[in-house]
């Protein structure tokens, strides 16, 4: 298993590097470009909330990022020290028309609906997401 | 990310490069609120060279097709990138959006 | 000569490759009445790949410039080559018509 | 002092060999290329009208078209067997505004206002069109 962990001030010029170490590590846990591409964005919903709504502005605030592959499997750990927020509750059905669509509250939902699985915890006055993907096997032969 | 905006008589294009994630939608955003601002609602988005957008982005689109929208015009697009399109599939937003192949016909579509 | 359209919601498109003289004049014309007598008088053309263009395809768009004109259209280049703009410019008749850089621009315009 | 003439059919689809000729020719006078394409558009003005309106239909009626150069001028003979006309007459002064302009009549002016010298005989029963162009001293730099 190979990992990596990145510390990144809570700004959001730093998530570029965030979604940069997740493709890398996607790519080497074989996912297809498409995969690849949802892992940074469910990620990069992540991380531009811990910093939005977290941290609340954009201060000098850290936050860890850590990933580990495994052929086939992706799994990122986010830490900060922003008050406790679990993004695993409170998730509210939607319904939703074309002539009223939501404004707000995607983020999470993309969170979930890319990632397999999506675990909060709270552990030393710190907020740990751990995200993991599995790739598909029915992606492999389309991208 | 970088703008890049075209007036037309009816229309106006609004080019974006780059990335659309929460250090830059404020900008976006910034733009297409001068144009609705200045009752310029017919907007043709060119997509095509944005290679990331996260629902920060989204934001601005679905608040902005609901000004537009509200005030006669629409934003529909000119092309977008296979990532913007994975974006709006994911948030299940795609079907809010005409997709133009091009410029020529988003702009020939008001 | 070889003629594509493209007809967007208030605007059509004729481009034209190749020559207009008294061999093809004929059916550049028809082209443009059977969107005339439609009632589509938004015309863009694109005359950039024409290599030729003589009087009896100037006469083609004269007559439809006063037809579209007369229903409250235009007729508008969209790009023109060398030989297009120097056979109008020749005739004099370079003035009568708006000219656009790009189709975009062109079918922006209306 | 180079000639050369070509027989055809009063045709409109002979139209292109003429003016390739003449192309061909006005290249040889060391004409620009857009002095060139001027001699193209007049004599395929002048043959345009005769196979309109001089032989009135596209029937198999000859035009002899006869070119000869010497270093920067061109000369054009057509000879036709149409009715009488010589498009040396009858020019009007037109007086037009961008709200009404000239449908027709075009042709001719365009031939003149390409051409250094247009004359026209009738002999032996035929037309003699002899158009001459010079090569603009001005021009040699522009194109
Ligand atoms: N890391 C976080 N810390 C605190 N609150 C959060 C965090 N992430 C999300 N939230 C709360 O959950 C809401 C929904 O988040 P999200 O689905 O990303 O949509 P949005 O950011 O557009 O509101 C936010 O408006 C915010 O109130
Ligand atoms: N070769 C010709 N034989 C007979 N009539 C001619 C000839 N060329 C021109 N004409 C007459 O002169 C008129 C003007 O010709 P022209 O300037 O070429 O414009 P157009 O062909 O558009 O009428 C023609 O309408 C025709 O009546």
């Known amino acids: 298993m190979d990992s990596a962990t990145l510390r990144i001030e809570g700004q959001y010029d730093q998530l570029q590097s965030v979604r940069d170490l997740i493709n890398q590590a996607a790519e080497n846990a074989g996912f297809s470009s498409k995969e690849c591409y949802a ?11 811990i910093i939005r709504h977290g941290y609340g502005r954009e201060v000098e605030n850290k936050i860890q990022v850590t990933v580990s592959t495994e052929p086939g499997v ?10 406790p927020f679990n993004p695993t509750n409170n998730r509210k059905e939607r319904q939703w028309s074309i002539d009223d669509p939501p404004i707000g509250g995607l983020g999470i939902e993309i969170i ?14 710190r907020n740990h997401l751990s995200l993991q993907k599995k790739k598909r096997a029915s992606s492999e032969s389309t991208d | 990310m970088d703008i890049q905006t075209q007036e037309h008589k009816r229309v106006v294009v609004v080019t974006v490069q780059g990335r659309i994630d929460s250090a ?18 017919n907007i043709v988005l060119d997509l095509s060279n944005v ?25 529909v697009f000119a092309g977008s990138s296979e ?6 599939e994911i948030a299940g937003l795609d079907v809010l959006f005409e997709k133009y192949s091009d410029r020529e016909a988003a702009i020939g579509s008001f």
Chains 1, 4 share one sequence.
């Open chain 1, 74 to 83: 992706l799994n990122v750990e986010l830490t900060d020290d922003a008050p």
């Open chain 2, 83 to 88: 990532q913007v399109l994975e974006t709006l």
């Open chain 2, 51 to 75: 290679d990331f957008i996260s629902s920060a982005g989204l934001r601005v689109l679905v608040t902005t097709r609901k000004a537009v929208k509200g005030a006669g015009g629409n934003i």
């Open chain 1, 39 to 49: 892992c940074q964005l469910a990620v990069s919903e992540a991380v531009e909330n």
């Open chain 2, 24 to 41: 830059t939608a404020g900008e976006f955003e910034d733009t297409l609120n001068e144009f609705t601002q200045q009752g310029k609602n």
């Open chain 1, 112 to 125: 979930h609906s890319i990632m397999d699985d999506v675990e909060y915890s709270r552990e030393s006055g």
